[in-house]
């Protein structure tokens, strides 16, 4: 069982940045791949980014790339999502979420969620 709790977020204008935080309870953290995912009122949740296990790989939406880093601290049991250069279309409530197998790209590999924080930015 993971417990995953995210703090970070808020308001920023374009091109500020973030940091979001996702802190996992339990011993097993490092044997999941951590992801990103947000959702804007009125559309569908949306892969942002991802991290495997060992921190070896990333994955980004393309609309990130180069903007946003994911990273992980096994140590700590504590995953980030650094957001960068933020525009008004990243505004969305961002989860994180853990997965122990299956495509990081896709959320229904994903078992443990976070409770979602709300990234505003205004223009």
């Known amino acids: 069982q993971v417990q995953l709790v995210q703090s970070g977020g808020g308001l920023v204008q374009a091109g500020g940045s973030l940091r979001l935080s996702c802190a996992a309870s339990g011993r097993t953290f490092s044997a999941y791949a951590m992801g990103w995912f947000r959702q804007a009122p009125g559309k569908e949740r949306e892969f942002v980014a991802a991290?495997?296990?060992?921190?070896?790989?990333?994955y980004y939406r393309d609309s990130v790339k180069g903007r946003f880093t994911i990273s992980r601290d096994n140590a700590k049991r504590t995953a980030y999502l650094q957001m960068n250069s933020l525009k008004p279309e990243d505004k969305a409530v961002y989860y994180c979420?853990?997965?122990?197998?299956?495509?990081?790209?896709?959320?229904?590999?994903?078992?443990?969620w976070g409770q979602g924080t709300q990234v505003t930015v205004s223009s």
């Open positions: 979420a853990a997965a122990i197998a299956g495509s990081v790209l896709t959320m229904r590999s994903y078992d443990y």
């Open positions: 991290i495997n296990w060992s921190a070896g790989m990333t």
